[in-house]
């Protein structure tokens, strides 16, 4: 890749979930993307030969522009759609701008990915369950929905249900779901990047799940 994301240095359990999608997806199938950001890890999608649907809804992700950086300086940032361009792969993603709560453009795909998106202060208005219901709605029978998330670290953490964990995320994938791989870091520290001006704390977590080709009977 010729250009490169804000979020590059960050901890992702992705690999994980692109080595689960190589073996239970076809090649070419279409991976829906909630929270895209700057292209992050759509761009590595993309390079792995399949299509995806990226859903942001930040105009400084999409479209790029001046961000804070560590230590009180300024710096301009690469969009997604200019990276897009950069790296010749605009043709096989779709870019929505839209809230995926509330966007009418998203059809079921064959994946479905999120990388703590549900854990912003801006979503915490709406139950988490509602993210996750949303999200599961969008994989077609027989597909693959990832998520990794932010765990408690700090005391107000624990008043929010948005700061989850593997056991209570099982919760919600029952019936028709089958959790395929859960896991769990111990805290970490994570250096000052863009929208974290100061050295922090992380905890994550991951759930991998398949769900059903064929709707279980009531």
Known sequence: MQTLSMWRHTLTFFPQFLAALKERADPDSTVTVIGASDGRLILPLVSAGYRVVAV??????????????????????????????FEGCSERVQVVEEDFLA??????????????????????????????????????????????????????????EHYTSPEKLRRYFISDWDVLLTLRTNEFS??????????????????LAARASTPSQP
């Open 56 to 85: 942001e809804r930040d105009p400084l992700a999409i479209h790029g522009g001046e961000v804070q950086l560590p230590g009180d300086t300024t710096g301009q940032a690469t969009g997604l759609l200019d990276r897009l361009k």
């Open 103 to 160: 966007s009418a453009r998203l059809a079921p795909s064959d994946a479905v990915w999120t990388s703590c998106s549900w854990h912003y202060s801006a979503n915490h208005r709406r139950p988490l369950g509602e993210f996750v219901d949303r999200m599961q709605q969008l994989v077609r029978p027989g597909g693959l929905f990832g998520a990794e998330f932010m765990m408690p670290t700090e005391q107000r953490h624990h008043l929010l």
């Open 190 to 207: 994570e250096r000052a990047h863009v929208g974290q001006p100061h050295d922090h704390t992380h905890r994550m977590g991951l759930l």
